[in-house]
């Protein structure tokens, strides 16, 4: 064991600091005390080793000097060496030359011990908590005697590895720069700009703090960015949180990122990960999660494999890629993302969060004067209450409780929360209850009112000047109004007041209504500056905005716009997940999407049988689809489905969401089972198919039912529960299928049916709904002769009793009736006027006999008091 004890002289020398040149090097040469023996060669050979690492690395001149002077001296019992005096000297003594001794004296030669504890100087400066949370994990700090340091000070023989001896050099580097006495510089290794690995990283190792696998031989480092190659890079083993230090990392084709860290905290972060057609993959054990934050590049087909545990994406996912989802296990994606490519689960869960809400004040759980933020951002965007606001007990906010501001009291976050670029993707929502105008909702500021800075507040719709409509104005940015007579938000009440900027294109919403905002007046044209962030408070009267005063509440600030969808489910209490709005979701075999209760839009859904969607507690899905959809999986879940796009939506497997369904464009075709609550056909949209709707159904006016007919022997689609139906029943036939008149087939059956359909589409002039009953919508082919009121193909008598017998009936009740009346006189005159017609040949028409004309003037003046037969038995 080597106990090196602090040489008598080793004082402070007071000198300039020297700043080595690139190329500096250290020399040495043995003084004193030797004898030309076995010892002399191995303190040449140690001392030889042991600066040509220090060499190799960077300019550790400067301070000492760079010349290192060596001699032995008996009376040592181990060995020694000092900063300052004449220059510093190593004395070997009763410990036998070595490199790791060697190392270890020239780290005292080089200021450690001697010249920090002399001069009180950190041993956790900037750079070295840098190095050793490099090599140790996040939180990682020198510890230290005074005189000797550790990890990596090489104080023991058993302390002696390769790695050890690299980090020993880095870190030796790192202080004297700190401390002033070194080079400030990179050092030389850093030299390499682009660096590859060039061989997988051993189980155990890892190219976050090992040198063996980089091209250029040294630890990773931010000046130089990094690529896999084909090959494995692995994360460090161990608990604590790691941080990849180089600037950047690119796992190419046919490479991984291979998870080996410990326990369900820490988290490993990459600023700035490329994934280029290449794979991300939890290899740990399964109580590990692998947290991985960060920002990250998806290029091509970028995979992550949530093979032996769970993974958490707390990393933003942006670039043209797609994401593709394996492993049995979970993979959370915990950001707001903005990758352009598909979302494929191909096994396992992946599940969404509320990644994209950074802020959320809901004033629920305050506690004294702290706010707690429940967005994804956590404590950091913890908010104080300043000026005397206060707290409304639950009851008087909006949703429980809410802060009552008045006089310049504000909340006040000591963060810039997001940055709100002028052509940025961004979103501030607030529920307000006021009736004075020009309140302040919410200023960015640094305390004052300057360049960049931005506040949102009501103003006057023209301008700078208070008055009760959303407005916001940014200093030598403009100013952002609705139009003059837009929605006002100054009458008590509460009102959610939600501003989006969507690339450069801005909307103003009110209780999820979009507004029309001034021509003049319509967009932030200047970059966004400021740290502090406040609700209520004003700091630029001059542009309208004064102090807020009245109630405030669930007040959330988004890093991704919104689309007018998600305002609205915003404005109905829904939580916006995860995914980006633009992706097409593919789930396969076994595979689930979970929303975990929140809202996502997406372009796209495929899913196979058995494949899974869960919704979570008051979760929607909103389908927004230009192209066919087809979903033969499972959806379940407390929330509900929304359609929009022009594409089709195939729903084919079990429903048992109780959320419902809206279509709001395009077609929904229903082959399974719906699930529970109400499916809106909304004007514009069309619903078909032979499937269950286990809820109510309300085909809404200007929408459409269409039923395809391939013969008689169709499928009808069945309401569980009520039907609604208006708009137009669309009826086609297949290629070679022509019913026989009188043919009846059911196209929708319900518990209860209400029938103000009009029949239509390329085959509905041959049926009829004459004999649809109240739990039934029956099609009946009909001859499509005016008067052939028994649809047996001919106009004659029997028809005449057919009408006589429903005298006062409504509009739908006979059969070829095109007139869209009650059944009265007119009816009588298109038979008349048809008598005779019939569905082959048409002959001279018949008149009918002149009893037919007293009858019908009885019939008349008896109107009211016939009784209609059976739609089932017409013919007389």
């Not at 990122?257 to 290899?283: K, M, Q, S």
């Not at 797609?322 to 492993?327: A, D, E, F, H, R």
């Not at 310049?408 to 709100?420: E, K």
């Not at 039907?723 to 059956?749: C, F, H, K, M």
Request: a negative charge; charged letters at 15%.
């Amino acid at each position: 064991m080597d106990q090196t004890r602090r040489v008598g002289w080793g004082v402070l020398c007071c000198c300039a600091l020297l700043v080595g040149r690139a190329d500096a090097q250290l020399t040495y040469s043995l003084s004193w005390g030797w004898s030309g023996d076995a010892r002399q060669n191995a303190a040449n050979a140690a001392l030889s080793g042991a600066l040509a690492r220090y060499n190799a690395y960077g300019d550790f001149t400067g301070g000492n000097g760079s010349h290192v002077q060596a001699a032995y001296n008996a009376g040592v019992p181990t060995a020694q060496a000092g900063y300052g005096g004449w220059g510093g000297i190593i004395e070997y003594g009763g410990t036998w030359p070595n490199e790791r001794v060697t190392m270890h004296e020239l780290d005292h030669w080089l200021g450690t011990g001697t010249f920090s504890a002399s001069n009180g100087r950190s041993w956790d400066g900037p750079r070295a908590v840098r190095i050793l949370e490099q090599f140790e994990g996040v939180g990682a700090r020198v510890g230290t005697d005074g005189t000797h340091f550790w990890p990596y000070g090489l104080n023991y023989d058993t302390e002696w590895s390769e790695l050890n001896a690299q980090r020993n050099v880095a870190l030796v580097y790192a202080l004297r720069a700190d401390w002033g006495i070194g080079s400030a510089a990179n050092p030389t290794a850093w030299n390499a700009t682009n660096v590859t690995l060039t061989g997988s990283d051993a189980p155990g190792t890892s190219g976050f703090h090992h040198a063996d696998k980089w091209s250029d031989n040294t630890f990773a480092h931010p000046n130089a960015d990094y690529a896999t190659g084909g090959f494995d890079l692995r994360t460090p083993n161990g608990t604590p949180s790691w941080t990849f230090a180089g600037k950047s990392l690119t796992i190419n084709r046919g490479g991984r990122l291979l998870y080996n860290g410990w326990g369900a905290t820490g988290r490993v972060t990459i600023n700035d990960l490329t994934v280029a057609n290449a794979t991300v993959r939890h290899d740990q054990f399964s109580q590990d999660i692998f947290r991985l934050a960060g920002n990250t590049t998806l290029v091509g087909a970028a995979t992550f494999e949530a093979a032996r545990g769970p993974m958490v994406i707390e990393a933003s996912l942006r670039g043209d890629g797609s994401l593709t989802k394996t492993g049995a296990n979970d993979l959370t994606l915990a950001a707001a993302n903005e990758y352009a490519g598909a979302t494929n689960i191909q096994s396992g869960t992946l599940r969404l969060s509320r990644g994209s809400l950074l802020a959320e004040y809901t004033f629920d759980n305050v506690r004294g004067v702290g706010v707690p933020n429940s967005g994804s951002a956590g404590n950091p965007l913890n908010g104080l209450l300043a000026g005397g606001a206060t707290i409304v007990d639950a009851g008087g906010g909006r949703e429980g409780r809410a802060v009552s501001l008045s006089g310049g009291a504000s909340v006040d976050v000591q963060s810039a929360i997001t940055d709100l670029a002028p052509d940025g993707n961004w979103a501030v929502s607030a529920w307000v209850n006021t009736t004075t105008a020009g309140g302040a909702i919410l200023s960015k500021t640094d305390g004052g009112w300057d360049r960049g800075n931005t506040a949102f507040y009501l103003g006057d719709g023209a301008g700078a000047g208070s008055g009760g409509q959303p407005a916001g104005v940014r200093w030598a940015g403009g100013f952002l109004q609705t139009a003059p007579g837009s929605t006002t938000v100054t009458d008590g009440q509460w009102h959610q007041v939600t501003y989006v900027n969507s690339g450069g294109e801005y909307t103003i919403y009110v209780d999820g209504q979009a507004q029309t905002t001034s021509t003049a007046d319509s967009a932030f044209g200047n970059a966004d500056v400021g740290s502090l962030v406040q609700l209520g408070r004003a700091n630029n009267p001059g542009d309208g905005a004064l102090n807020f005063n009245g109630l405030m509440d669930s007040v959330q600030i988004f890093s991704q716009s919104l689309s007018a969808q998600q305002v609205a489910a915003l404005h109905g209490g829904e939580q916006l997940g995860s995914l980006p709005s633009t992706t097409v979701v593919n789930i396969s075999a076994a595979a689930t999407l979970d929303l975990n209760g929140t809202t996502q839009e997406i372009a796209g859904l495929n899913g196979v049988g058995t494949s899974a969607i869960t919704l979570g507690s008051r979760g929607r899905l909103i389908i927004n689809n230009a192209e066919t959809s087809e979903h033969w999986g499972t959806i379940s879940g407390n929330g509900g489905l929304a359609k929009s796009g022009a594409g089709d939506l195939l729903l084919a497997g079990v429903g048992t969401h109780t959320g419902g369904i809206t279509v709001a464009e395009g077609r929904l075709i229903v082959e399974g089972d719906t699930g529970f609550g109400t499916t809106a056909i909304e004007a514009g949209a069309s619903l078909a198919g032979s499937g269950n709707v286990r809820g109510t159904l309300d085909l809404q006016s200007g929408a459409e039912l269409e039923v395809a007919l391939a013969g008689p022997s169709h499928d009808p689609l069945n309401v569980d529960g009520a039907a609604a139906l208006d708009g137009l029943l669309s009826v086609s036939l297949d290629a070679g299928y022509l019913p026989a008149l009188g043919e009846s087939i059911t196209v929708l059956t319900a518990v209860g049916l209400t029938n103000n359909l009009t029949l239509g589409g390329p085959d509905g002039a041959l049926f009829s709904l004459a004999e649809s009953t109240p739990n039934a919508l029956v099609l009946t082919a009909v001859s499509n002769l005016a008067g052939d009121y028994n649809n047996d193909g001919a106009v004659d008598a029997a028809d005449y009793v057919v009408w006589r017998d429903n005298v006062g009936q409504p509009a739908g009740t006979l059969f070829n009736d095109p007139s869209a009346a009650a059944v009265g006189s007119a009816q009588y005159a298109a038979w008349q006027g048809n008598y005779g017609a019939t569905m082959t040949v048409v002959g001279a028409a018949a008149v009918p006999e002149p009893a037919a004309f007293a009858l019908l003037a009885s019939v008349l003046a008896t109107l009211g008091r016939v009784r209609p037969i059976s739609r089932r038995n017409l013919g007389g």
